[in-house]
């Protein structure tokens, strides 16, 4: 008998028909005798419907009450797949986060889990329930309740399969897999039957929203078996787990990702002094705003452009906290950008070849693609280009590293 826990997110839960079909194929797991947790998001759509009611209202609504709001919508989807799985005959109840007990800390909008308790599921499991608990949504110490960030159900599933120690965590989306990206952009994108979680959490990392990015860092940490697979037909999906000595030689690239999400700010006319840079990211970060690519060069005239990218959603105030500080620096001005993408090629591979950064560039280049900011690590290169570009970028890096054909042994 295996304990499994079963993620399944908005598109698979979409409709009354499609909440049956689910607790159908729950039910089919059970009758196996396996002990079964699910976790299943709010109807697809129904979280961003509830963003925009209460965006008619206040677009600076307290995050505290965006909370209550939002969790709403899971909270529709367990009772209503519990009710399904009860008229097939299967025993269920029905959990908020609050419920159940995910802990955790106090900021709204992108709560972190601290602990769970899990006595009461144990307890349903061991007398023959099913138990559906809401993603995406927990409870501080005082008893307020959080949300985990957009996409945050998946990271409620491995949590929840990492303290239940689940033989695996299984997340039914509306793609069979994780692909070498996203097979709506590039129909030639091929899926992985494994990924490794350190080329899942980047893949993540960079934009390919089918796992949350934390759901990844949880799996990895607690060493969960991670299975991504369709909600809507039968296959293996595809594995992300850790890398086994005797596999075969692994691909050099294993993905493109990219997101739209991002946005630039540049402060232009920077006095090239110590500390400039420290003044301009120390209050973005005092913020709470996350800064991801940093481009700073020197020009003749001694004064250096500083950009850096941030989430499209804190632009605007990213942009108000620099106007001061540009002036006490003595720069010029502080100007943004919100049509950008950044795509990224990612791959453990590519720690031990040389060149691939010129092959990118090279691709980009017979496209007619202009490079505006360049990151690389280890196992990624990232390059941010003019949002327009973004679709015949992604489809001519697939092409240019053959990633629609399967890796070599
Ligand atoms: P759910 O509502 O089930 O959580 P999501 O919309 O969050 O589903 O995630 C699934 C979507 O992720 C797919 O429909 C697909 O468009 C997108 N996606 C982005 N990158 C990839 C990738 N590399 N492989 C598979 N799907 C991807
Ligand atoms: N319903 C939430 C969202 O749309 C959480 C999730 O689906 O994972 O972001
Ligand atoms: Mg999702």
């Known amino acids: 008998m295996a304990l499994i826990v079963q993620k399944f997110g908005g598109t ?10 689910v607790a159908e194929k729950v039910k089919a797991f059970c009758n196996k005798g396996n002990q079964v947790v699910v976790v299943v998001s709010a109807m697809s759509g129904e979280t961003n419907r509830l963003v925009s009611l209460a965006t008619e209202i206040d677009d600076q609504a307290s995050a505290r009450e965006m909370d209550v709001l939002l969790t709403t919508g899971e909270q529709v989807t367990i009772a209503l797949l519990s009710m399904a799985l009860e008229k097939t005959g299967i025993p269920a109840r029905s959990y908020t986060g609050g419920q159940v007990r995910v802990l955790t800390d106090d900021v709204h909008g992108k709560a972190r889990i601290r602990e769970i308790d899990h006595e009461k599921i144990k307890a349903d499991l061991d007398s023959g329930r099913v138990v559906v608990v809401a993603g995406f949504q927990g409870v501080n110490e005082k008893g307020d309740i959080t949300t985990l960030g957009r996409g945050g159900s998946d990271t409620s599933a491995v949590a929840l399969a990492a303290v239940l120690k689940a033989d695996e965590c299984q997340i039914f989306t509306d793609v069979d897999g994780v692909y070498t990206t996203d097979p709506r952009v590039e129909e030639k994108a091929r899926r992985m039957s494994r990924i490794t979680f350190e080329e899942m959490l980047e893949m993540a990392s960079l934009g390919s929203k089918v796992l949350q990015i934390r759901s990844v860092e949880f799996a990895g940490k607690y060493n969960v078996p991670l299975r991504v697979l369709s909600s809507f037909k039968d296959g293996p999906g595809t594995l992300i787990s850790v890398e086994e000595g005797d596999e075969m030689e692994r691909p050099v690239i294993s993905g493109v990702a990219f997101t739209r999400d991002e946005a630039k700010v540049i402060v232009r006319g920077v006095p090239d002094i110590p500390g400039a840079a420290y003044k301009i990211l120390g209050p973005i970060g005092e913020a709470n705003i996350e800064v991801d690519m940093i481009v700073q060069n020197i020009g003749e005239d001694k004064t250096t452009d500083f950009t850096f990218t941030v989430h499209r959603n804190e632009f605007s105030k990213a942009q108000n906290i620099l106007r001061d500080i ?7 001005e502080v100007i943004g950008d919100t049509d950008i993408a950044k795509v990224s090629l990612v791959g453990v591979g590519m720690r031990s070849h040389a060149g691939i950064a010129s092959q990118m560039f090279g691709a980009l280049a017979a496209d007619g693609i202009n490079i505006q900011m360049i990151g690389t690590s280890e196992i990624k ?9 973004l679709e015949l970028a992604v489809r001519s890096l697939h092409a240019a590293f053959e990633l629609d054909k399967p890796p070599t042994k």
């Open 12 to 21: 698979s839960v979409g409709s009354v028909e499609r909440i049956q079909a």
């Open 326 to 332: 540009a002036k006490e620096l003595g720069a010029k």
């Open 381 to 389: 290169i990232s390059v941010v280009i003019d949002e327009k570009y």
